[in-house]
C-alpha cells in the first residue's frame, strides 16, 4: 500500500496564478483532509470530506476549493494565489488500523507552496 | 485561547535524560487524544493515542486528565532519534472525525 500520495512536493507560484494540489489514499478511507501548516500555528484545517461526495469548510477555507472526485481522491484547489497562501500542505486520510481501537489520521508527505 | 496548547520548548535534554510535556486542550466534549510526531520537513506520524487511565508503549507513557483538561506525554531514557517536535492531537464528536492539532512541542536530544 502506498498510503496517501500527494503532487507535486514543491511548487512556486506567482501571485494571481492557480493550481490544483492532488490527493490519493489507497487505504479505502473514508474521510480526507487539506491541512495547511504554517511556523508556530501547527496544522490548521481547510477543508474536509466525510464520504465521497461531501465536503464541508474546516478553519481556514477562504482562497481555497475542494473537489472529492471519488472515494480515493481530494483535490485541493487554488483559484488566485496570494503570497499568504505560502505554506506546507498536508492531505490525510483517516481509518481504522486493523487491531486498533481508534482512527488513525495518516498523512501525505505534504507539499511545499511558494507563492511570490 | 487557543483549542489546544502546549508549551512550544526547545527542550534540549542530554540522551538518557527523562523529558516530559504537557498539553491542555478547551473543549471539554473532546473524544479521543493523541501524540503525534512530526521529524523535520516530513509529515505528522501518530506515535500514541491516549486512553483515560493512561497508558505505556515502550519508553513512551501518556496520561489524560479529562477533570484539568490536561494530557501529558513522558519519555525515559532518551534517544538521539527521539528528536522531533511532538504535537498534542485532540478529536471532536463529530462524523469526520475532526482533529485540532496543537502548536508542537519540539525536542533535541543531545549526545
Known amino acids: 500500500n502506498a498510503g496517501v500520495t500527494q503532487t507535486p512536493k514543491f511548487q512556486v507560484l506567482k501571485t494571481g496564478q492557480s493550481m490544483t494540489l492532488q490527493c490519493a489514499q489507497d487505504?479505502?478511507?473514508?474521510?480526507m483532509y487539506w491541512y495547511r501548516q504554517d511556523p508556530g500555528m501547527g496544522l490548521r484545517l481547510i477543508y474536509y470530506s466525510a464520504s465521497e461526495g461531501t465536503t464541508d469548510k474546516g478553519e481556514v477555507p477562504n482562497g481555497y476549493n475542494v473537489s472529492r472526485l471519488n472515494k480515493r481522491e481530494f483535490s485541493l484547489r487554488l483559484e488566485s494565489a496570494a503570497p499568504s497562501q505560502t505554506s506546507v500542505y498536508f492531505c490525510?486520510?483517516?481509518?481504522?488500523?486493523?487491531?486498533?481501537?481508534?482512527?488513525?489520521?495518516?498523512f501525505g508527505p505534504g507539499t511545499r507552496l511558494t507563492v511570490l | 485561547r487557543k483549542e489546544v496548547e502546549q508549551d512550544p520548548g526547545p527542550f534540549n535534554v542530554p540522551e538518557g535524560a527523562t523529558v516530559a510535556f504537557n498539553c491542555t486542550y478547551s473543549?471539554?466534549?473532546?473524544?479521543?487524544f493523541f501524540w503525534y510526531r512530526q521529524d523535520c520537513r516530513k509529515e505528522p506520524k501518530l506515535l500514541m493515542s491516549v486512553y483515560s487511565s493512561g497508558n505505556e508503549d515502550g519508553r513512551f507513557t501518556a496520561q489524560l486528565n479529562r477533570a484539568s483538561q490536561y494530557i501529558s506525554l513522558l519519555i525515559r531514557d532518551s534517544k538521539l532519534s527521539d528528536s522531533a517536535t511532538y504535537l498534542c492531537?485532540?478529536?471532536?464528536?463529530?462524523?469526520?472525525?475532526?482533529?485540532?492539532f496543537g502548536s508542537g512541542t519540539q525536542l533535541t536530544v543531545l549526545p
Open positions: 490525510a486520510s483517516n481509518g481504522r488500523t486493523s487491531g486498533d481501537s481508534y482512527n488513525e489520521q495518516f
Open positions: 492531537v485532540v478529536t471532536d464528536t463529530g462524523s469526520a472525525r475532526q482533529l485540532t
Open positions: 473543549n471539554s466534549a473532546s473524544q479521543s
Open positions: 487505504m479505502n478511507h473514508n474521510s
